[in-house]
């Protein structure tokens, strides 16, 4: 046993109804996916003899920063007063007995499992806690076993997109003082579609018995990514590594005789190793005697402030700085700064104004000089967005701070400015990749900031790049390091900076827009007048590619293998830096391997972004950016098998699924209108998904449908579906008070994407029963900004060329999965290659054939296929409706579905029969079971 927490341990029982009644209209999961997602909350009952009081949700309550206790007029739940109190008391309890921190109580993790024993009370009644909360040892096999399911359905996903796009992939070391442990850290950056994503692949002990020599450490990182699928001949071809400048890892990527692997610098380790330099005290030159005298002062004064209890009479704390870390200059000067006054006035009461360091306009400018080189080292460290392109930028602009002259005019600040400048100059190369990434953001596509010469060179580069890009091929090429950018192009002394997001300006670097065109593509983007300001492609230039891709294809590409790369290896010492709360006083004996695992499921569930995933098009988004659900070929609309008496039958399933995976179906869709899911009660719903995930695990893909009428019913189906895994969800709208306009539809299909925020999500069009007829494409472009999961459409209009529309404005994107049987050769035409329906139950072998003589450019057998497909399908018109006729032929292929629920009729006996020779009559019937 590693583990020491017993923090589910403890007295008393889940009893949700003790204080309370539920109204019969509101469901359990309600109540926890109101807390979750901060929709409108149900409503419950007061007894009489409590005054009901307003109690906010929890999420609203730590957006603005209330308390558990806290009240408040935006109503979300109606708690009595009793029940209110109980609560609070059993959390002061738990923060006494257990030790925890007041924020524990806050956190998604205890909501979570809050929530659920609220469901389970409301489900069970009275529950003893002890009984119910698992053993610790079950909580660490779990974690076990979730890591490595959440690693394995990783591999498919990483070698995929790492193959199309590229990759960056950042490697650290990392020493726990505490236990005197090296640990190891990789991370990854790709673009999937158009969004990044940045995950942590592993946090783990570092043998201490093996070396950290070159060789040992390139044999590490192989071996580790291997495990992930990434193997050493695709990281030659397709990933850039992003390291600090240790000497083992700088060779480890050069190893002679092994495959060259690409290697950057981190250039927030560089402008580190810059800065701790230049205030070394051993190598600082003589001029800056000054100003190290200031930094040693303040420091003083700050150990001073801390011994005497001055610091009680100040508004807020001086920080105190390290000497080893540069950044803590700036923070304990400016600490200073910002109480100036105060500081002044304490010494001077005490008679010991000599303390005070001085004087203030060189403090003042000292710390304006610093703030520059502390932004730039945070912007560089971003994941939620790309920063390559901003490595030439930045550090163009931080020379040029240096030659800014001194507004007080002190010897010593003009001495640590060129100090500065001078080891900038000697520490930091420009890679060509660098100065790609440069050109591939729009706002500085001129490249202003290079010579002549040197825009040459990056032109062919990029020329050769995007053809090998065009014909295929990964990164290419290992390319030298080039330091000579031209400086004559910065901004003029004395320019003054401008404020936007950043404290960088960079107009001087950007191009004013230009009219010619030109049929080359690269030329072309050069001459490309931009229709948004240039700032806005600055922050975020995959927004350019995305909106341009048809127009630059080669470019796109060659924008997402580079811009993937970040600019700082950061990533991974921000999860040393978590780390700390997995590996602490309490909890130190935590193997390695668990440490490991939990810092990987923790990143896995924030697509390791700062807080939430952000896509590159769209606001910050859930807590895990769904994959896009691209799964080609052939998916069954299935049917519910069910019982003379209209229950569901479940036992049906899996003999189901074997049938299916005979006929080579590639998935199934669940609980749809061939499966009558409409029909069907929530915990039927919730039962048929649960059957067949667990039938077809390994076997089929699994779209779960969730659509329904009550919307708080999809959003509880759409997080009970995330929670079995499905591969996919999707839904039709809430159709009896129907959105009436595409904005209306993704906002209300916004909040059932959102109950299963790491699931892709597709809309289920079918405007024959919903009666909802809507242009998809102009859905799918108001929807794509409001629904992170958004994987595309599953059309089942009737105008194909609606689809066809879709497929064109949308399909680099979005899947456009085709739903009409009968005209499946006409969407095999227009390019469509998913498709869903609820004949391929008996007539899947049909399909398949249709589907591989168009891909062999055999139209006539495909249109001789089709023609028998849409035979079967017209001879089910003359006895019934679609569901009863098809359940019927699915019957006949072998797979005893049962009867339909009312108001659909099933075909009785008589007809049955009648049914069967018909097909057998018109030659039939040997298709259903793919004997022909």
């Known amino acids: 046993m590693d583990e020491s927490d017993n923090t589910f341990y403890g007295e ?157 992939v950042t490697l650290n ?3 726990d003082v505490k236990n005197q442990r090296n640990y190891v850290g990789l991370t990854v950056h790709y673009f999937r579609l158009d969004s990044l994503v940045n995950r942590i692949l592993i946090t783990t002990e570092y043998d201490p018995d093996l070396r950290k020599d070159a060789g040992n450490v390139r044999k590490w990182t192989m071996d580790e990514l291997a495990l992930f699928g990434v193997m050493e001949e695709l990281c030659h071809a397709h990933v850039i590594f992003v390291t600090d400048g240790s000497v083992n890892l700088v060779k480890a990527f050069n190893i002679p005789k092994r495959p060259a692997m690409r290697r950057l610098p981190c250039f927030a380790h560089l402008l580190n190793s810059v800065m701790s330099t230049a205030f070394d005290e051993e190598n600082a030159p003589e001029g800056m005697t000054d100003v190290r005298a200031m930094i040693k002062e303040s420091k003083m004064l700050v150990n001073h402030i801390k011994h005497t209890g001055l610091f009680h009479d100040m508004d807020a704390a001086i920080k105190h700085n390290v000497d080893t870390l540069w950044s803590t200059h700036y923070e304990m000067l400016s600490s200073i700064l910002r109480q100036f006054e105060t500081v002044n006035d304490l010494l001077v009461r005490r008679n010991e104004h000599d303390r005070m360091p001085g004087p203030r306009e060189v403090m003042e400018e000292l710390v304006d000089f610093l703030k520059l080189f502390k932004d730039a080292a945070e912007e560089l460290s971003q994941t939620s967005k790309p920063t390559m392109h901003m490595v030439v930028p930045i550090i163009l602009q931080l020379k040029q701070h240096c030659d800014q002259p001194s507004p007080s005019g002190c010897n010593a600040m003009k001495a640590t400015k060129r100090r500065v400048k001078e080891l900038m100059i000697e520490k930091i190369d420009f890679d060509i990749l660098h100065k790609i990434a440069c050109f591939l953001c729009p706002a500085f596509r001129t490249m202003r900031m290079f010579s002549l010469a040197e825009q040459n060179v990056i032109l062919q580069e990029v020329r050769r790049r995007t053809t090998i890009c065009v014909f295929g091929g990964g990164i290419g090429g290992i390319g030298a390091s080039c330091s000579n950018v031209s400086d004559a192009s910065l901004l003029q002394p004395g320019t003054k900076r401008q404020k936007m997001s950043s404290s960088f300006d960079f107009s001087n670097l950007a191009e004013p827009d230009t009219l010619t065109a030109n049929v080359d593509e690269i030329k072309g983007y050069q001459d490309f007048r931009l229709t ?199 839904a039709i709208p809430t159709f009896y008070f129907a959105p009436r306009t595409p904005v209306e539809l993704a906002t209300s299909l916004q909040s059932v994407a959102a109950a299963a925020p790491n699931t892709p999500f597709l809309y289920y069009h079918i405007p024959a029963m919903t009666r909802i007829e809507m242009d ?157």
């Open 12 to 168: 008393g029982k889940v009893n949700a109804q003790a204080s309370y009644t539920r109204n019969d209209h509101v469901s359990a999961a309600d109540y926890s996916l109101a807390n979750l997602h901060g929709s409108e909350a149900s409503v419950f009952q007061v007894p009489s003899d409590s005054a009901p009081i307003v109690l906010k949700s929890v999420a609203d309550n730590r957006i603005s920063g209330g308390s558990l206790g806290q009240t408040t007029s935006t109503t979300s739940q109606l708690i009595p007063k009793a029940a209110r109190k109980r609560i609070t008391d059993a959390c002061v309890d738990f923060v006494i007995r257990d030790m925890r921190s007041y924020e524990t109580v806050i956190g998604d993790g205890f909501i979570g499992l809050t929530n659920t024993l609220i469901e389970l009370g409301q489900m069970h009644g009275s529950l003893p806690a002890a009984d119910l909360l698992p053993h610790i040892r079950t909580i660490s096999e779990s974690i076990e076993t979730r890591a490595s399911y959440v690693r394995k359905k990783l591999v498919p996903e990483l070698e995929h997109c790492i193959k199309e796009n590229g990759a960056g």
């Open 173 to 175: 070391f990392w020493t």
């Open 532 to 730: 948004e300001q240039a700032s806005i492609y600055q922050a975020d230039p995959m927004r350019f590619w995305k909106e341009h891709e048809v127009m630059f294809p080669g470019l796109s590409k060659l924008a997402r293998q580079i811009l993937c790369v970040p600019a700082a290896s950061t990533p991974g010492e921000m999860v040393f830096c978590r780390s700390g709360f997995v590996v602490n006083d309490r909890r130190n004996l935590l193997k390695p391997e668990k440490v490991n695992d939990i810092l990987f499921l923790h990143m896995a569930s924030s697509t390791f972004s700062e807080s939430k995933s952000r896509s590159i098009h769209s606001p910050i988004h859930s807590t895990m950016a769904a994959s896009r659900f691209d799964h080609k070929g052939l998916f069954v609309a299935t049917f519910t098998p069910m019982k003379d008496n209209g229950d569901i039958n479940p036992d049906v399933v899996p003999a189901y699924v074997d049938h299916l995976v005979r006929t080579g179906v590639n998935g199934v869709f669940v609980n749809g209108t061939a499966g009558e899911g409409l029909s069907m009660t929530v915990a039927e719903r919730k039962l048929m998904a649960e059957t067949w995930l667990a039938a077809s695990k390994g076997k089929l893909k699994t779209i779960v449908h969730v659509g329904a009428v009550a919307l708080r019913d999809a959003q509880e189906l759409a997080a009970h579906a995330e929670s079995l895994g499905a591969d996919a969800i999707a």
């Open 776 to 932: 998809m494409s102009v859905f799918l472009t108001i929807a794509k900004a409001q629904i992170p999961t958004l994987s595309g459409v599953k059309y089942s209009g009737f105008d194909l060329s609606g689809a066809s529309r879709c497929l064109l404005d949308h399909g680099l994107e979005f899947e456009v999965m085709w739903g009409r049987d009968d005209v499946m050769l006409g969407a095999l035409a227009f390019g469509m290659k998913s498709f869903i329906g609820s004949s391929y139950n008996f007539t899947a072998p049909i399909a398949i054939k249709i589907i591989k003589a168009v891909e062999a450019g055999d139209f006539e057998t495909a249109r001789n296929e089709q023609k028998k497909l849409k035979k079967v399908m017209d001879l089910t018109e003359r006895f019934g409706d679609l569901v009863s006729t098809f359940k019927a032929l699915t019957a006949i292929a072998g797979v005893p579905v049962g009867p339909t629920r009312a108001p659909l009729r099933t075909i009785n006996a008589k007809e049955m029969q009648k049914f069967r020779s018909t097909l057998q009559e018109q030659g039939c019937l040997e298709w259903l079971t793919g004997s022909d």
